[in-house]
């Protein structure tokens, strides 16, 4: 029996690794995003390649009410979800607390914590009807080790970490798994967004290192919800082989 995966944020990144993986897997897909060419270049090209249903949605999952129109009208043959991954999230801005913008804390804490909620509180229900279904959260290091000039972000994915723990207590009663994925240095847009395009900012955190691609966590993502029924992935810390913990990094000049 087909599965189908919700992917959030899929227009880039590991969501966009991860719709390409799981699409050569076979799932069924609904995946959103704000970008509406992205996803519908994407989604065209899955269905082609893949011949699997594609269903994409793009709205902000920053606003509740969108959350809300978006999953709560989808189609009866749509509705039964086996895998929520909830991917979309950002940094924005790497300074001093005392020197942050107010926005991009806003940006930060709406997308990473109440977007997360939003539509976790939505797929959640149907599946505890269902009684089955299993929740990916990507999470970051930066959630159990906070670093200077990142203390909103952090917190943010410190609240990741805590809901993801919590939400494994929550619905541990209904058979359904819980997994928080906690990946260190991953090139995606994730620097450029966070330095607001400053493309030499964003190139230089990875300078000297080789760090992980999306594709690295989309292939974890497929690992923890190819496991046994009894089996759960509680928590998965992922670092390139250059990078101890968020504070240490090695780096090499290039050759």
Not at 60 to 71: G, N, V
Not at 97 to 126: P, Q, Y
Not at 174 to 201: A, L, N
Request: hydrophobic share 40%; charged share 25%; net charge negative.
């Amino acid at each position: 029996m087909k599965k189908r995966a919700l992917i959030t944020g899929a227009t880039s990144g590991i969501g966009e690794a991860t719709a390409r993986l799981f699409a050569g897997e076979g799932y069924d897909l609904i995946i959103t995003g704000r970008r509406i060419e992205r996803l519908k270049n994407l989604k065209a090209e899955l269905e082609a390649r893949w011949g699997i249903d594609v269903l994409a949605l793009n709205f902000d999952i920053r606003d509740r009410f969108q959350c809300e129109a978006a999953l709560g009208s989808l189609p009866d043959d749509r509705r039964d979800i086996d895998i929520l991954v909830n991917n979309a999230g950002l940094a924005a801005g790497l300074e001093h607390l005392d020197e942050g913008d107010t926005n991009d804390w806003e940006a930060m804490i709406d997308t990473n914590v109440k977007g997360l909620l939003f539509v976790t509180r939505l797929v959640a229900r149907s599946m505890v009807e269902r009684g089955c279904g299993h929740i990916v959260n990507l999470g970051s290091i930066a959630g159990t080790q906070p670093y200077e000039n990142g203390a909103v972000y952090c917190a943010s994915k410190h609240a990741v970490h805590a809901i993801s723990q919590s939400l494994r207590m929550d619905l541990l009663s209904h058979g359904i798994k819980v997994t928080e994925i906690r990946p260190g240095m991953v090139e995606t847009e994730f620097s450029t967004v966070r330095f607001h395009g400053d493309r030499e900012r964003a190139d230089a955190v990875y300078r000297g290192v080789e760090p992980l691609r999306g594709e690295d966590i989309a292939e974890a993502i497929l690992w923890v919800v190819s496991q046994p029924a009894h089996v759960n992935i509680d928590d998965l810390v992922i670092t390139p082989v250059a990078q101890a913990n968020a504070y240490l990094t090695c780096r090499r000049p290039a050759k």
